[in-house]
C-alpha cells in the first residue's frame, strides 16, 4: 500500500524537512507532490534519488491525494485545506488557522493520538514551542495533574520560515564587518540580540505567540482549568527552541519519580548531569527527533512545582515529524 502525498509550501523550511522526514522514516510514498507558489516555478525538490518538479499550488491540485501536508502560511491553509479535504485527502497542517477549531483535532502523536479519530479532513499541528512542551509534560499530567505552567522560551529563527534565517546570517556578518543591517523579518536587529516578541501583541499585553502555548497546551491535553502564563522570546539561533518551563502539580513529587516519568516516556530523552553539565542546547539538538529534557529539579520556592529545561530541533518534532507522524499514525 502506497500514498499520494502532496507537500503545500514544499520549497519552506519546514516543507523541505517534511519532504526529508517523509524519505528518512520511509513513509510509503507512491507519488509525492511538491507545491508551492508562482515564485518557485521551475525549481525542483529530491526525493528519494529523484529531482521532483515543483508544482504551483491550484485548486486542482489535490485530486486522488491521500494526505495533503501544508505550511504555506495560515491565508493558504485557509483557503486550500477545505478544498484538499473535500477531494478526499486527509489534509495535515502546520499553520495556526485552525488549531483552535472545534471540530479540528490538535494532535501531539505521544499526547493525544486518540483525538486523530475525531477528524472531519483537517488535523491541525500544534505551535512549534507547544508541541514540543506538551510530549514531556504528559507522563507528570497523568500521574500528578498539573495546576499551573509558567513558561519562557528561546526560540529559534527557523520558527520564522528561510526569510529569518538569511536575516540572521546577514546580520551576523553585517555587524561583524562594521556595517549595520535594518532589520526586515523582524522589529529589531536579531543578531548578537534577544527579541521579547514573537508574533503581534494583543490588548492584553502578550503575544499572540504566548496565547497560543496556552490555548493550545490546553487543548492538547484536555484541560481548560490549567493556569497557563508565557512569555516568548527570539533569540539568536539558527535551529533548535529552549523553553524553561515550571510546572506547579497538583501535589508533591519526588525529583527521581519526575525525572524516570520523562525518561520512560515516547520521544523524549533526559539530559541531565549538572556534574558534567549535561543538558540539552539546540546546537546539540538540531536535526534530532526527540524532545530534550535537562535541569530537572524541585523548585526551592513551591513544594509542588518542579523546574524543566525543555529544548527540541522546532522543524523536527515542532512541524515535519509531528505531522509526518500524524500520516503514520492514520495509516
Ligand atoms: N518554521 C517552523 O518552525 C514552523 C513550525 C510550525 C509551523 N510553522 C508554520 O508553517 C508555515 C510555513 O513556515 P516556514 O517556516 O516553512 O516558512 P517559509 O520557509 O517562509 O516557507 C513558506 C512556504 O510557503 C510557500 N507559499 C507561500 N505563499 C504561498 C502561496 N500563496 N501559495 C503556495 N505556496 C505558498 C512558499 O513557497 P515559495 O517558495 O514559492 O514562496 C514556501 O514553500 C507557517 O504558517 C508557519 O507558521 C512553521
Known amino acids: ?18 519532504i526529508e522526514t517523509l524519505e528518512s522514516r520511509n513513509f510509503p ?12 516555478a521551475g525549481s525542483t525538490v529530491e526525493f528519494k534519488g529523484e529531482t521532483i518538479p515543483v508544482q504551483v499550488l491550484t485548486k486542482d491540485s ?66 512549534c514551542s507547544t508541541a514540543q512542551m506538551v510530549v ?21 529563527v527557523s520558527g520564522s520560515g528561510k526569510e529569518a534565517m ?12 562594521g556595517r549595520p543591517l535594518p532589520p526586515k523579518v523582524y522589529p529589531h536587529p536579531i543578531a548578537f540580540n534577544l527579541i521579547p516578541q514573537i508574533d503581534s501583541f494583543l490588548e492584553n499585553g502578550y503575544t499572540k505567540e504566548e496565547i497560543k502555548m496556552v490555548n493550545e497546551t490546553k487543548k492538547i491535553l484536555g484541560d481548560p482549568s490549567i ?8 533569540v539568536p539561533v539558527f535551529i533548535g527552541h529552549s523553553e524553561v518551563v515550571n510546572v506547579e502539580l497538583k501535589k508533591p513529587a519526588k525529583i527521581e519519580d519526575v525525572r524516570n516519568l520523562i525518561h520512560n516516556f515516547p520521544g523524549v530523552q533526559v ?23 535537562g535541569r530537572i ?35
Open 1 to 18: 500500500m502506497s500514498y499520494k502525498v502532496a507537500v503545500v509550501g514544499a520549497t519552506g523550511v519546514v516543507g523541505r524537512e517534511i
Open 29 to 40: 510514498v507512491g507519488t509525492l507532490i511538491p507545491l508551492a507558489s508562482e515564485r518557485s
Open 62 to 127: 489535490f485530486v486522488g491525494v491521500d494526505f495533503a501536508l501544508f505550511s504555506a502560511g495560515a491565508s493558504v491553509s485557509k483557503e486550500f485545506a477545505p478544498i484538499a479535504a473535500a477531494a478526499g485527502a486527509v489534509a495535515i497542517d502546520n499553520t495556526s488557522y485552525f488549531r483552535m477549531h472545534e471540530d479540528v483535532p490538535l494532535v501531539v502523536p505521544e499526547v493525544n493520538a486518540h483525538a486523530i479519530k475525531s477528524h472531519k479532513g483537517i488535523i491541525a499541528n500544534p505551535n
Open 136 to 156: 514531556p509534560l504528559k507522563p507528570l499530567y497523568d500521574a500528578y495533574g498539573i495546576e499551573r505552567l509558567v513558561i519562557a522560551t528561546y526560540q529559534s
Open 166 to 177: 538569511q536575516e540572521l546570517e546577514d546580520q551576523t556578518r553585517a555587524t561583524l564587518q
Open 227 to 234: 493556569r497557563i502564563t508565557a512569555t516568548t522570546v527570539r
Open 271 to 293: 539530559l541531565d548531569d549538572p556534574s558534567k553539565s549535561i543538558y540539552p542546547t539546540p546546537r546539540d539538538v538540531a536535526g534530532k527527533d526527540d524532545v530534550y529534557v
Open 297 to 331: 529539579r524541585q523548585d526551592i520556592s513551591n513544594p509542588n512545582a518542579i523546574e524543566l529545561w525543555i529544548v527540541a530541533d522546532n522543524l523536527r518534532k515542532g512541524a515535519a515529524l509531528n505531522a509526518v507522524q500524524i500520516a503514520e499514525a492514520m495509516i
